[in-house]
């Protein structure tokens, strides 16, 4: 190395350029092939974790809407029968449909598999058979919410589509059918399609079945393809997720695939990128390094070459430095370039540059870092920030009462739906309406004028409550609560809110009670005043009676008792079906026995109005599987019904029958005066009575009809009406058929 003093300088500086050229080639390519090798990892690595990405998107779609279907499955299943016809499921489903996107339609099956409401206005698939549907078999065997596979069908317009089904509960906990909600196949593919996969990359989304819900080749979804037999789908089925390299059915070439299964989806997820992308990607990089090694090598001898030739040369390499340095790139150059032997000078101009260098680098590190650490807490405080505005929102949308929020310039801050629906007012309006116009709507809806005076008061005082009566567009009114306050915090007024409670039902059952009470008094005061009086008369000591005089009061003694215990044993049976202690005795029977029996029961006045019995039973008619006496008491509760609503006709009951594999069914028809429509839904309600002052005439408690309900629900059956006015009624008894083995 002595020697080296000696050389001429252009010999020095080509040979102490070209040794340091040689070194970075050495390590660069050692580095590329671990770079390379890393970048390929990290490749791999992404793809993995992009897959993953893609299941928990998918998943969360997915949950999100199978979470809206089970609400509106549980919000019917909570739901009387009287508010399980088609026009309340029908806004049921349309508030779901307009509340959440996605769903191409929204249905309600029966437990017979026909789908009876739709979100739609047209009833174009009221009736429809979906007992062949891979989701109608799962519902009803699992009995809880799934997600179909990959079907086409009138429900889905006749497109590939996937459904979920959540079953519906009656109130004995029994299946009551299900709601089916067709999700669309768009948001899912806009979903799936949204990442950026790199090229020659792609992802698959396939259901339970194998078949794809999204494949780049659309071919595969609308043709429902089945590729459950894929090597990959049965990895992912018992390793839930990893990576391999498989030949697809569908694809020519080898392919490197990271897959996932969502277990409580059940739904396979892969992303696939071709092996020959990925060599594609080692060759173009290990060329391009390869390129880059000879140019550095080239560049720096002609670089040596070139300082060789001026000496200051070394100080030209340093204000290039400089520049870097002035673009914002730190990259430190081997101290070689400022070779041996030349002045000190260089090396500490060198030396100074370095140093500073180094401490910029340090400082905008600890600057970046800083910077890392603000953006994140930022980011924190956000993401809080928009958690608790969520949950307040959703806390607000899902409470039962209405609620408005008015801020300081008097108009409306907040509402959440509950508050358009009472008030029939649409969301897009009702956001900053002026509070004046709000009042203003409200007022017109209101009953009465003592009513307006009371919504007067509640923008006077700061916390006000307030009872109101509101009506419908049906013309039905609605008993609200409103409650009035003022949001403020710290002593700062922000505004004033409004709570609007709906109290209709609370009223309704105030007046239910009144009429228990009422019905009870009346009921049982008639018979007891007659045994009293009775009593009283068989007590006289001033007087003489006949035996057959006292034998005709002591026989009405023991009618009135009767009638006292018929009341309290309608009291006790009512009592068992509202709490679920109804207990029946099944057996094989013959309906004509069982009617037979019925009539015979009747009480002689109902003989002494001239009633007409007409039963046209066939012979072949199957036997029913039923408590005798509970059958028996819903029949003669039907004939009684029969004679005591007749009042222009002789009584006239004709009784018929038809059955299936399941039923018989079992119609009895009278021509008395009728129910009015209205009144249809709810004449199976206890205590509830169509003409309160016929009633009076004729008798009855109202829970007759509640009784036959519970009854034949108990039975596994059921019991319908169709009514005309003046024209008469007809009763329809469905009856399980007895099979062989019931006991």
Same mark, same amino acid.
């Given at each position: 190395?002595?020697k080296?003093?000696?050389f001429s300088?252009?010999?020095?500086l080509?040979?102490?350029f070209?040794l340091?050229?040689?070194?970075p080639i050495?390590?660069?390519?050692g580095?590329?092939?671990s *770079?390379?090798?890393?970048i390929?990892?990290?490749t791999?690595?992404?793809q993995?974790?992009?897959?993953?990405?893609?299941?928990?998107?998918?998943?969360?779609?997915?949950?999100?809407?199978?979470n809206?279907?089970?609400?509106?499955?549980?919000?019917?299943?909570?739901?009387d029968?009287?508010?399980r016809n088609?026009?309340s499921l029908?806004l049921?489903l349309?508030?779901? &449909?307009e509340?959440l996107?996605?769903f191409?339609?929204?249905?309600?099956?029966?437990?017979?598999?026909?789908? !009876?409401?739709?979100?739609r206005?047209t009833?174009d698939?009221?009736?429809?058979?979906?007992n062949?549907?891979?989701?109608t078999s799962?519902?009803?065997?699992? *009995?809880k919410?799934i997600i179909? /596979?990959?079907?086409?069908g +009138?429900?889905?317009?006749? *497109?590939?589509?996937?459904a979920?089904?959540? +079953?519906?509960?009656?109130?004995n906990?029994?299946v009551?059918?299900f709601?089916?909600?067709v999700?669309?196949l768009?948001?899912i593919?806009s979903l799936?399609?949204?990442?950026?996969y790199g090229?020659?990359?792609?992802?698959v989304?396939?259901d339970?079945?194998g078949? +794809?819900?999204?494949?780049p080749?659309?071919a595969?979804?609308?043709?429902m393809a089945?590729?459950s %037999?894929?090597p990959?789908v049965?990895?992912?089925?018992?390793?839930?997720?990893?990576?391999?390299?498989?030949t697809?059915s569908t694809?020519?070439?080898?392919?490197?695939?990271?897959y996932?299964?969502?277990?409580d989806?059940?739904l396979?997820?892969?992303?696939?990128?071709?092996?020959?992308?990925?060599?594609?990607?080692f060759?173009?990089?290990?060329?391009?390094?390869?390129?880059?090694?000879?140019?550095?090598?080239i560049?720096?001898?002609?670089?040596g070459?070139?300082?060789?030739k001026?000496?200051n040369?070394?100080i030209?390499?340093?204000?290039g430095?400089?520049?870097? #340095?002035?673009?914002?790139?730190?990259?430190? +150059?081997?101290q070689?370039?400022?070779?041996?032997g030349a002045?000190?000078? #260089?090396?500490?101009?060198a030396?100074?540059?370095?140093?500073?260098?180094? $401490?910029?680098?340090?400082n *905008?590190s600890a600057?970046?870092?800083?910077?890392s650490?603000?953006e994140?807490?930022v980011?924190e405080?956000? %993401?809080?920030?928009?958690d608790?505005?969520?949950?307040?929102?959703?806390v607000l949308?899902s409470?039962?009462?209405?609620?408005?929020?008015?801020?300081v310039?008097?108009?409306?801050l907040?509402?959440?739906?509950?508050m358009?629906?009472s008030?029939?007012?649409?969301m897009?309006?009702l956001?900053?309406m002026?509070e004046?116009?709000?009042f203003?709507r409200?007022?017109?809806?209101l009953?009465?004028?003592?009513?307006t005076l009371?919504l007067s008061? #509640?923008k006077?005082?700061p916390?006000v &409550?307030?009872?109101?009566?509101?009506r419908t567009e049906q013309?039905k009114?609605r008993f609200m609560?409103?409650s009035?306050?003022?949001?403020?915090?710290?002593g700062?007024?922000f505004?004033?809110g409004?709570v609007?409670r709906?109290r209709t039902?609370?009223?309704e059952?105030?007046?239910?009670k009144?009429?228990l009470?009422?019905?009870?008094s009346?009921?049982?005061k008639t018979p007891?005043?007659s045994i009293?009086?009775?009593v009283e008369t068989?007590l006289?000591?001033?007087?003489q009676w006949e035996?057959?005089?006292k034998?005709?009061? #002591?026989?009405?003694?023991?009618?009135?008792?009767g009638?006292?215990q018929?009341?309290?044993?309608e009291w006790?049976?009512i009592?068992?079906?509202e709490?679920?202690a109804m207990?029946i005795?099944?057996?094989a029977? !013959?309906?004509?026995?069982?009617i037979?029996?019925?009539?015979?029961?009747?009480?002689?006045?109902?003989?002494?109005?001239g009633? &007409?019995?007409e039963?046209?039973?066939?012979?072949?008619t199957?036997?029913v599987?039923?408590?005798k006496?509970?059958?028996e008491?819903?029949?003669?509760?039907?004939?009684i019904?029969a004679v005591?609503?007749?009042?222009?006709?002789?009584p006239?009951? &004709?009784?018929?029958t038809?059955?299936?594999?399941q039923?018989v069914y079992?119609h009895? $028809?009278?021509?008395?005066i009728?129910?009015?429509a209205?009144?249809?839904?709810?004449?199976f309600?206890?205590?509830?009575?169509?003409?309160v002052s016929? /009633?009076r005439?004729?008798?009855?408690t109202?829970?007759?009809?509640?009784?036959c309900?519970g009854?034949?629900?108990?039975?596994g059956?059921a019991?319908?009406v169709e009514?005309?006015?003046?024209?008469?009624?007809?009763f329809t008894l469905t009856?399980?058929r007895?099979?062989e083995g019931?006991?």
């Open positions: 190395m002595h080296l003093k000696y300088m252009r010999s020095h080509t040979i102490t070209a340091m050229a040689m070194i050495l390590i660069l390519g580095f590329q092939v *770079q390379i090798t890393h390929t990892q990290e791999n690595q992404n993995r974790q992009t897959t993953y990405r893609l299941g928990d998107a998918i998943e969360a779609y997915m949950s999100y809407h199978r809206a279907v089970e609400t509106l499955a549980a919000t019917i299943s909570a739901s029968a009287a508010f088609r026009e029908t049921k349309q508030s779901l &449909q509340n996107a996605g191409t339609g929204i249905y309600v099956v029966d437990d017979k598999g026909t789908i !009876k409401a739709t979100q206005m009833t698939l009221i009736g429809t058979d979906v062949d549907r891979d989701y799962r519902v009803k065997a699992g *009995q919410a179909s /596979s990959l079907f086409k +009138p429900e889905s317009a006749d *497109q590939p589509a996937i979920i089904a959540v +079953p519906i509960y009656k109130g906990k029994q009551d059918g709601v089916l909600a999700l669309e768009a948001p593919k799936v399609t949204k990442y950026d090229s020659e990359t792609y992802p989304v396939l339970h079945a078949r +794809p819900i999204y494949h080749n659309a595969l979804t609308a043709s089945n590729l %037999q894929e990959v049965a990895d992912a089925k018992n390793q839930k997720q990893g990576e391999g390299t498989y697809l694809s020519a070439h080898k392919e490197f695939i990271t996932t299964l969502i277990p989806l059940n396979i997820v892969w992303v696939s990128r071709s092996s020959a992308a990925v060599n594609a990607a060759t173009e990089s290990l060329w391009t390094t390869l390129l880059l090694l000879v140019f550095t090598l560049l720096t001898l002609l670089l070459s070139l300082l060789a001026r000496l040369g070394t030209h390499a340093l204000v430095y400089t520049q870097r #340095l002035a673009g914002g790139s730190f990259a430190q +150059p081997d070689k370039v400022v070779p041996r002045p000190l000078e #260089l090396h500490q101009l030396e100074h540059f370095f140093r500073m260098a180094a $401490q910029i680098k340090e *905008q600057l970046l870092q800083l910077n650490e603000l994140h807490r980011e405080r956000t %993401q809080r920030l928009q608790e505005h969520a949950t307040l929102n959703a949308e409470m039962s009462d209405a609620i408005v929020l008015i801020d310039q008097h108009n409306v907040y509402a959440n739906h509950r358009a629906e008030f029939a007012i649409p897009g309006e956001a900053h002026p004046a116009d709000l203003e409200i007022a017109e809806l009953a009465e004028d003592q009513d009371e008061k #509640l006077a005082e916390r &409550q307030s009872a109101l009566t509101v013309g009114s609560m409103v009035a306050f003022q949001v403020a915090r710290d700062r007024v505004g004033r409004y609007w709906d039902k609370e009223h059952i105030d007046a239910l009144n009429d009470i009422s019905l009870a009346h009921e049982f007891i005043t009293r009086g009775g068989l006289r000591k001033d007087a035996e057959s005089f034998l005709e009061l #002591l026989e009405g003694i023991h009618e009135d008792i009638r006292i018929d009341l309290i044993d006790l049976d009592s068992k079906i709490s679920g207990g005795h099944p057996q029977l !013959k309906l004509v026995a069982v037979e029996s019925a009539r015979g029961r009747l009480p002689d006045q109902a003989l002494v109005a009633l &007409q019995f039963c046209d039973i066939p012979a072949d199957p036997l599987f039923a408590d006496i509970r059958m008491q819903v029949f003669l509760n039907l004939f019904n005591r609503y007749n009042e222009e006709h002789l006239l009951i &004709q009784i018929g038809q059955w299936d594999e039923a079992v009895v $028809q009278d021509n008395g009728g129910i009015a209205e009144h249809l839904a709810k004449i309600d206890r205590f509830y009575r169509v003409d016929s /009633s005439q004729t008798g009855g109202g829970l007759g009809l509640a009784i309900k009854i034949m629900e108990a039975h059956g019991i319908t009514s005309e006015p003046g024209v008469g009624s007809r009856i399980p007895f099979k019931m006991s």
